[in-house]
């Protein structure tokens, strides 16, 4: 039969895993990076303030992600598309909402760079597996871009403190020319982690104020909730050092309310 009709599409997809277990575990299988479609146009290529947005199922198209062909496999119809597509965006949204912002904010050069990101309060981006970050390399390969991410907050988990190699490339035999994403881990608040690097390298004078600014090429607090009361005062340190740095900040919220009440809070903190 049909799916349940409902009016949450988070609900809708968690009621399609559990009716459906196999084909949901199919359609959360990351295809190959190779199976990305050459022949059409990058998805994020068009991506202007003026033009209609991409879809994650643009998105899906473009990567090699059949979601037709997995419900088929499963005898499951078109109208379970909504709840297959519903339930890849969860583990989507951080890789790609980054990916697009680096496409606006880095576009450009073809040369190989490497991008030092900063995640500022990382809570749930820590435990995202490593197939679904290896997305962020995909979506930006245009771009040769290798990304080094520092994932800073309390919340980070301590037995995350290993550094992790991501390639793009994963079991080639290519990997020494592969894109790669370098990812690491801190539990401590940004101003704290920056006051320690400062002591741990201050004898030999290398971190300067402005060599300290330059530690990254860009901010990005995924769903930060800093309008929320009990946590304004816990990111007024962090706020007024990210806006020093003069770097691209990515600040994203659960919904246009959030992101209205945040907003408020930030430009009152930074107006003081």
């Not at 930006?140 to 520092?150: A, C, E, H, S, V």
């Not at 320690?196 to 390298?201: G, L, P, W, Y």
């Not at 930060?224 to 691209?248: E, M, Q, S, V």
Request: with cysteine; proline share 7%.
């Amino acid at each position: 039969g049909a799916p349940p009709s409902h009016a949450d599409p988070a609900c809708h997809s968690r009621e399609f895993a559990r009716r459906h277990t196999r084909a949901a575990a199919a359609a959360l299988a990351v295809p190959p990076p190779s199976s990305a479609c050459s022949t059409q146009v990058h998805p994020f290529e068009n991506d202007q303030p003026t033009t209609e947005t991409t879809t994650l199922e643009d998105y899906l198209q473009w990567r090699g992600w059949d979601m037709k062909a997995t419900l088929e496999e499963y005898e499951l119809g078109s109208s379970y598309m909504e709840s297959a597509v519903g339930l890849v965006s969860h583990p989507l949204t951080f890789p790609l909402t980054l990916g697009r912002f680096v496409s606006q904010e880095f576009a450009g050069t073809s040369l190989r760079k490497k991008l030092r990101v900063c995640v500022v309060g990382a809570r749930a981006e820590v435990t995202l597996p490593v197939q679904y970050w290896r997305e962020l390399l995909v979506v930006t390969m245009n771009q040769n871009i290798d990304f080094q991410i520092d994932f800073v907050g309390p919340d980070v988990p301590l037995k995350s403190s290993t550094v992790r190699r991501v390639p793009l490339d994963e079991g080639s035999e290519h990997t020494e020319h592969s894109l790669v994403m370098e990812m690491r881990f801190k539990q401590a608040y940004l101003h704290r982690a920056i006051l320690d690097e400062v002591k741990s390298s201050k004898d030999n004078g290398s971190n300067t104020p402005d060599k300290i600014k330059d530690q990254w090429d860009m901010f990005v607090l995924f769903n930060p909730g800093i309008g929320h009361p009990n946590l304004a005062k816990h990111w007024t340190p962090t706020l007024k050092f990210l806006a020093k740095t003069k770097k691209p900040t990515l600040i994203t919220a659960h919904s246009e309310l959030d992101s209205e009440r945040d907003l408020k809070i930030v430009e009152q903190i930074l107006s003081r």
